[in-house]
Nanobody, 115 residues
């Protein structure tokens, strides 16, 4: 079965940085476009960034220039480097297949940015 384990979140001040990791199993990682999503309380889940199996990345406008998505296909692991964090980045961050073909989510990792 699909397993997605996010880690690396925490509490940081505005302007701080965090590096999130997502360990995966149960998917053919090296052929899937992977993505980071986030959900703030009372809001819909939104796409943050995605990366193809070959390493081509795409970013939502609200994180462009601040976040970097990457992957290690040998480790079946997805990463999100977050810099210049803002309070509006506060959310639970999830990794998943970009296609969301399977409605299976990990526990997410909480990112809280204080002012």
């Amino acid at each position: 079965q699909v397993q997605l384990v996010e880690s690396g979140g925490g509490l940081v001040q505005t302007g701080g940085s965090l590096r999130l990791s997502c360990a995966t199993s149960g998917i053919i990682f090296n052929v899937n476009t992977m993505a980071w999503y986030r959900q703030a309380p009372g809001k819909q889940r939104e796409l943050v960034a995605d990366i193809t199996s070959g390493g081509s990345a795409n970013y939502a406008d609200f994180v462009k220039g601040r976040f970097t998505i990457s992957r290690d296909n040998a480790k079946n692991t997805l990463y999100l480097e977050m810099n210049s964090l803002k309070p509006e980045d506060t959310a639970v961050y999830y990794c998943n297949l970009w296609s969301l073909r399977v409605d299976r989510w990990g526990q997410g990792t909480q990112v809280t940015v204080s002012s």
